[in-house]
């Protein structure tokens, strides 16, 4: 398919960003429509992860990411603080720096401040407006450093543009995002990642490991109902965007450890049977009939790095915190 890139201009200010529109030519409504169309036609009814985050998805997981049972991003943060000196080390002066997913944009800030005066910096995300407000954010606070945001769905072939200075290109995808996708999906964007950053390039990336059900439990379940708020955000975007007729008093949050997948699924499961239309379209639902929303998968070191390898990457380093919860891994593109 023939792509759409355009430049979409941002209020002029004293530092350097640009914005490009790297999405699919078919608007963003029917690409989000037949999706949600098809998935609810399965057997399993499910919608694509990626439809969380329009700006109140994107919100909702920031505050999920400050609850007490999500261990995942402070664990992350405290690895990068104590290792952000190797990986600057190891990703060389002037790098390149391409955060796949960059959401708000927060903890590459420690990488910025770490590697050894970066080239430039690139944010691909698929939420427009959030991705515009969190690189303006980033570029106002390193004013040398040229920003530029790709709006795009980072899991497909994208445009990257001609980046300054001659610096490997060093690829970021933290918060175990790599969790969301299948083993499949998985392999075919570290292969798609490794185009992107070229030979000699790199990639840092977050990964969740296997650990006790009730701490994957408590992460997904939290006392204060953020995940439940961020899971039916879902529904009501459909219901802004799609003509939806989703009930949200007769949907529930409803998540679990998959050991045998060895995955956490999310899914909002309808309490009575009822009927929903969708763009004209009616879907019936059975009582306790659920909608596939996520899945998290966990991994061991081993085979994070055995997947690794059958993308064609070349596993360099992995740390790991005391706890053994959660890795960073480096990997290079070979030459």
């Known amino acids: 398919m023939k792509q759409f890139v355009a430049e979409i201009p941002?209020?002029?200010?004293?530092?350097?960003?640009?914005?490009?529109?790297?999405?699919?030519?078919?608007?963003g409504r029917e690409a989000f429509l037949a999706d949600v169309l098809t998935g609810l036609s399965a057997p399993q009814k499910a919608i694509p992860a990626k439809y969380f985050y329009d700006r109140h998805g994107s919100e909702l997981f920031d505050a999920i990411c400050r609850l007490p049972e999500y261990y995942l991003t402070?664990?992350?943060?405290?690895?990068?603080?104590?290792?952000?000196?190797?990986?600057?080390?190891?990703?060389?002066?002037?790098?390149?720096?391409?955060?796949?997913?960059?959401?708000?944009?927060?903890?590459?800030?420690?990488?910025?401040?770490?590697?050894?005066?970066?080239?430039?910096?690139?944010?691909?995300?698929?939420?427009?407006?959030?991705?515009?407000?969190?690189?303006?954010?980033?570029?106002?606070?390193?004013?040398?450093?040229?920003?530029?945001?790709?709006?795009a769905d980072f899991t497909k072939p994208f445009r990257v543009p001609t980046?300054?200075?001659?610096?490997?290109?060093?690829?970021?995808?933290?918060?175990?995002?790599?969790?969301?996708?299948?083993?499949?999906?998985?392999?075919?964007?570290?292969?798609?990642?490794?185009?992107?950053?070229?030979?000699?390039?790199?990639?840092?990336?977050?990964?969740?490991?296997?650990?006790?059900?009730?701490?994957?439990?408590?992460?997904?379940?939290?006392?204060?109902g953020i995940t439940a708020a961020f899971n039916m955000n879902l529904l009501s975007r459909i219901n802004r965007e799609l003509d939806g007729t989703f009930d949200m008093t007769s949907f529930e949050h409803a998540a679990h450890?998959?050991?045998?997948?060895?995955?956490?699924?999310?899914h909002l499961r309808s309490a009575i049977d009822q009927e929903v239309r969708i763009n004209g379209r009616t879907f019936r639902f059975a009582a306790g009939e659920t909608i596939h929303s996520e899945n998290s998968h966990k991994y061991d070191v081993e085979d994070f790095q055995a997947l690794a390898k059958r993308a064609g990457l070349r596993p360099v380093r992995c740390w790991v915190d005391a706890d053994r919860l959660f890795s960073i891994h480096f990997l290079s593109v070979p030459r």
């Not at 796949?100 to 430039?120: C, E, M, N, W, Y």
């Not at 998959?258 to 995955?263: E, L, P, V, Y």
């Open 163 to 224: 980046l300054p200075g001659r610096g490997a290109r060093l690829g970021f995808f933290p918060g175990s995002t790599i969790g969301n996708l299948s083993h499949v999906e998985a392999e075919a964007f570290l292969r798609h990642a490794a185009t992107v950053l070229r030979p000699g390039g790199h990639l840092l990336i977050g990964v969740d490991l296997k650990k006790e059900p009730e701490i994957l439990h408590a992460a997904y379940n939290d006392t204060a």
């Open 74 to 151: 402070r664990t992350e943060i405290a690895l990068l603080k104590a290792r952000a000196p190797e990986v600057a080390q190891l990703a060389g002066r002037g790098a390149q720096l391409i955060e796949f997913g960059s959401g708000a944009s927060a903890k590459v800030r420690l990488l910025i401040q770490a590697l050894d005066t970066p080239a430039s910096y690139v944010g691909v995300d698929i939420s427009r407006e959030y991705l515009i407000h969190a690189t303006q954010g980033l570029a106002q606070d390193n004013p040398d450093l040229p920003v530029i945001a790709v709006c």
């Open 257 to 266: 450890y998959n050991a045998a997948a060895g995955r956490v699924e999310m």
């Open 10 to 27: 941002v209020a002029r200010s004293p530092f350097n960003l640009r914005v490009i529109d790297n999405h699919a030519d078919a608007p």
